[in-house]
């Protein structure tokens, strides 16, 4: 099966600092990706579909300042939660599709706690 | 109406039982059908798809696909302990264009040893 990287699994800031989480399809080629967070015991929330080498394009209610995207190559997205405050506290999920397929594979996931 | 509609249980079986999960859907544009196995505090991991109607067999895993009556369904032969995990049903239109995912809520399943 496919291969996508997530990293990393889990990580604790400070309220007011950056994070940066990265996803990686090992693989194949992923032209398009996404971005999902879930909450406990709920089903996942696209955030943005992330298109290599343009603008990523973000869900209604998602603020796209706060939540930077950049797909800079066919096999590396990242996420990057700015001055990140308690409520942004989540599981944030990847996945990259294959360009043949309308499939997604998913990575591991990130556990965000924001202190 | 949501659009993909999953009964999230929680289902318990016994070891050895086969067990049957369930999505109805109301787009029949949809023509991608995934079911994916989620253990907790993990990404989704990618067991079945199908690609219109039809069956599909992978191990003790069969997925099928009645777009006749926009139901798909998952069935776990031979259930294990370690098949106890929340499976989510997803499907989506077209590749090019509509690439979002579909999700039903998940449904909970515990295999009692």
């Known amino acids: 099966g496919a291969v996508v990287s997530q990293h990393p699994s889990w990580v604790i800031c400070k309220s007011g600092t950056s994070v940066k989480i990265e996803c990686r399809s090992l693989?194949?080629?992923?032209?398009?990706m996404f971005w999902y967070r879930q909450f406990p015991k709920q089903s996942l929330m696209l955030m943005a579909t992330?298109?290599?080498?343009?603008?990523?394009?973000?869900e209604q209610g998602v603020e796209k300042d706060k939540f930077l995207i950049n797909h800079a190559s066919l096999t590396l997205s990242t996420l990057t939660v700015t001055s990140a405050h308690p409520e942004d506290s989540s599981f944030y999920i990847c996945?990259?599709?294959?360009?043949?397929?309308?499939?997604?594979?998913f990575g591991a996931g990130t556990r965000l706690s924001v202190l | 109406q949501k659009e993909v509609e999953q009964d999230p249980g929680p289902l318990s079986v016994p070891e050895g039982a086969i067990v049957s999960l369930n999505c109805t859907y109301s787009?029949?544009?949809?023509?991608?059908f995934m079911w994916y196995r989620q253990y907790s505090r993990k990404g989704p991991e990618l067991l079945m798809y199908?690609?219109?109607?039809g069956n599909k067999e992978d191990g003790r895993f069969t997925a099928q696909v009645d777009k006749s009556s926009k139901y798909i369904s998952l069935f776990i032969r031979d259930s294990q302990p370690s098949d106890s995990a929340t499976y989510l049903c997803?499907?989506?239109?077209?590749?090019?264009?509509?690439?979002?995912?579909?999700f039903g809520t998940g449904t909970r399943l515990t295999i009692i040893p």
């Open positions: 996945s990259a599709k294959r360009d043949t397929q309308n499939i997604q594979y």
């Open positions: 693989d194949f080629q992923a032209t398009t």
């Open positions: 992330s298109n290599e080498g343009s603008k990523a394009t973000y």
């Open positions: 787009n029949s544009a949809f023509q991608y």
């Open positions: 199908t690609y219109s109607s």
């Open positions: 997803a499907m989506s239109a077209v590749n090019f264009g509509n690439e979002k995912l579909t």
